[in-house]
């Protein structure tokens, strides 16, 4: 079965820098496409960031595009969530998330399996 685990989160001044992983087992992932989401107190979980697992083709929120990158290492089974320039409105729980298909999604249903998630904090 497939299993996520995330890491890496922590507690950053604004304007800082966090580098989360989700280490991924249990498949062979080249069919898959990954993805982080996020979820603050009180507040929907929402899209972050997702690959494809075998081309590597990423798709960004917009309230991320030019701040956070996404990537994967094929060899060690992880993705990374490199965020620079952090404010504190993104302040949540981050969650990795894994879907059976080529195409990416930002709606979490679509996501079968999911990590614990890792909390990431932005002090202003």
């Known amino acids: 079965q497939v299993q996520l685990v995330e890491s890496g989160g922590g507690l950053v001044q604004t304007g800082g820098s966090l580098r989360l992983s989700c280490a991924a087992s249990?498949?062979?992932?080249?069919?898959?496409?990954m993805g982080w989401f996020r979820q603050a107190p009180g507040k929907e979980r929402e899209f972050v960031a997702a690959i494809s697992w075998s081309v590597g083709r990423t798709h960004y929120a917009d309230s991320v595009k030019g701040r956070f990158t996404i990537s994967r290492d094929n060899v060690k089974n992880t993705m990374y969530l490199q965020m620079n320039s952090l404010k504190p409105e993104d302040t949540a729980v981050y969650y990795c998330a894994a879907r059976l298909s080529f195409l990416s999604a930002d709606t979490p249903h679509l996501y079968a399996y999911w990590g614990q998630g890792t909390q990431v904090t932005v002090s202003s």
């Open positions: 249990g498949r062979t992932f080249s069919s898959y496409t």
